[in-house]
């Protein structure tokens, strides 16, 4: 079977040991996938990869509100994105939360039926264009906001991760296509994904993989205090922005630049801001935040020099896609929104 992982051997599950087996273990337990190549690929980072855990777990799987509602805003977010492997894994997903019904209405690329369901999917998608009119009032109550914010910019960055390192294949051969797959793939997991674990139990996972979540990550944005989603943020964010220790003085101040500017567009083909390949971190970092879909062979080997390991792929393209999170949380109407009627 081809490998899912386009630039990166990581390693194997079964041989980890630490925060990276943690991680997998927590997995296996509260998201039902024990080999999710989505966080595989994230261990030879492991900063990154329990943050980015602890993010996920603490709003779409512990957090408030609907998981139809949250797999919705995530599928919302991965369509604005491009992320084919994650647009199709959401569509199972809701399968997996008995609403076969609404899986196959949003696989087949129709509104959902349910107004208000149908606003939670806009919302995902209006979230990667800052100021969108769309993302207020809330179309869920705003005492879950912070899970379903949480949701979104979790997959803001998971989307740009996995269109950048893995391939778009979310099962061999595009079987998910089918609907007899994405139904039965859906049903082998509705009996995790129908639990409501306790929050918290992601952020016991980060001190062990070298961040101290009150003490250098924070307790998070105002939007998610007093809730676990909160540090958890902060982690991602803290270890996400070590990756910018790979890039030189003038290459961040072209990404801070370039995401401040950014109107949430996909950029066009003929992108003049993007520098060339003798710019090579600048390049990956500005294609993983905007354009991951676009990263290329050639990309990846006009940067990866000797002594430029797995790890160090992982920290560049992490420290763009949170660029991008960045800049969507910071115009988020958080102050603003009130709770839909």
């Known amino acids: ?22 991680v997998h273990t927590q997995l296996a337990r509260d998201f039902g996938i024990s080999r999710a190549a989505t966080f595989v690929v994230l261990s030879s980072a492991p900063g990154i990869m329990a943050s980015a855990w602890a993010l996920m777990r603490e ?5 408030d509100g609907s998981r139809t509602g949250k797999e919705l805003a995530a599928l919302g977010v991965s369509e604005a994105n491009r992320c084919p492997f994650c647009v199709d894994a ?10 076969h019904a609404l899986a196959e209405r949003v696989a087949r690329g129709e509104p959902p039926a349910d107004e208000r369901q149908a606003r939670v999917l806009a919302w995902g998608r209006a979230t990667r264009v800052p100021g969108a009119r769309e993302l207020a009032p809330y179309p869920f109550p705003a ?19 996995v269109s950048a390192l893995l391939t778009e294949q979310l099962l061999p ?12 793939g859906g049903r082998s997991l509705s009996r995790v994904v129908r639990r409501h674990p306790v929050p918290g139990a992601g952020l016991t996972l980060l001190d062990d993989a070298g961040l101290a979540v009150l003490d250098h990550a924070g307790p998070g944005p105002d939007w998610a205090r007093a809730t676990t989603v909160g540090p958890a943020y902060a982690a991602l964010r803290a270890a996400a922005g070590e990756g910018g220790e790979l890039l030189d ?34 390049r990956l970092a500005l294609l993983a935040a905007l ?7 050639e990309d990846v080997a006009a940067w990866r020099t000797p002594g430029r390991t797995d790890g160090h792929l992982v920290r560049l393209v992490a420290y763009g896609a949170f660029a991008a999170v960045d800049r969507i949380e910071s115009a988020l109407p958080v102050r603003t929104a009130r709770e839909a009627s």
């Open 59 to 63: 709003s779409l799987i512990a957090g």
């Open 143 to 161: 005492a879950h906001a912070p899970a379903y914010i949480g949701t979104a910019l979790s997959f803001h960055f998971i989307n740009r991760v």
């Open 291 to 297: 354009a991951p879909y676009r990263i290329t062979d």
């Open 173 to 184: 051969g595009g079987l998910q296509r089918f609907r007899a797959v994405r139904s039965l």
């Open 90 to 99: 959401h569509r199972m997903l809701l399968h997996a939360t008995g609403d």
């Open 1 to 22: 079977m081809s490998s899912p992982f386009r630039y990166t051997v990581p390693p194997e599950p079964a041989s980890a040991a630490g925060p990276v087996r943690a």
């Open 249 to 282: 003085s003038a290459d961040r101040l072209l990404v801070r630049e370039t995401l401040a500017a950014w109107d949430g567009a996909h950029p066009p083909l003929g992108w003049a801001g993007l520098p060339g390949r003798d710019r090579p971190a600048a």
